[in-house]
């Protein structure tokens, strides 16, 4: 069974700096994409942030500049680094990770990771 934990969200101020983290494990062959996504209470979850195997990204208009994805393709994990936080990025960040397992591929999400605005 594969299996994403997200960790590093947290209390933070504007201006300030978090790194997401989201590692997988379980039997897997290979991670074709990853993809950050926000969502505020009561909104869709939107797309922030993506990136390939082959390392592409994209970025929503609203954290370019802002925000890195990477990912350690050995440890099968996808970070997000988020600087210059703003007020309105305060939300529940979620990864979803585009799976190979065998022949096949499947979706798996992380459970979710808080930031908060400490002002």
């Known amino acids: 069974q594969v299996q994403l934990v997200e960790s590093g969200g947290g209390l933070v101020q504007p201006g300030g700096s978090l790194r997401l983290s989201c590692a997988a494990s379980g039997i897997i062959f290979g991670i074709k994409r990853w993809v950050w996504y926000c969502q505020a209470p009561g909104k869709q979850r939107e797309e922030v942030a993506a990136?390939?195997?082959?390392?592409?990204?994209n970025y929503a208009d609203s954290v370019k500049g802002r925000f890195t994805i990477s990912r350690d393709n050995a440890k099968n994990t996808v970070y997000l680094q988020m600087n210059s936080l703003k007020h309105e990025d305060t939300d529940d960040y979620y990864c979803?990770?585009?799976?190979?397992?065998?022949?096949?591929?499947?979706?798996?999400w992380g459970q979710g990771a808080q930031v908060t605005d400490s002002s």
């Open positions: 979803d990770a585009d799976v190979l397992l065998g022949l096949r591929t499947s979706d798996y």
């Open positions: 990136i390939t195997s082959g390392g592409s990204t």
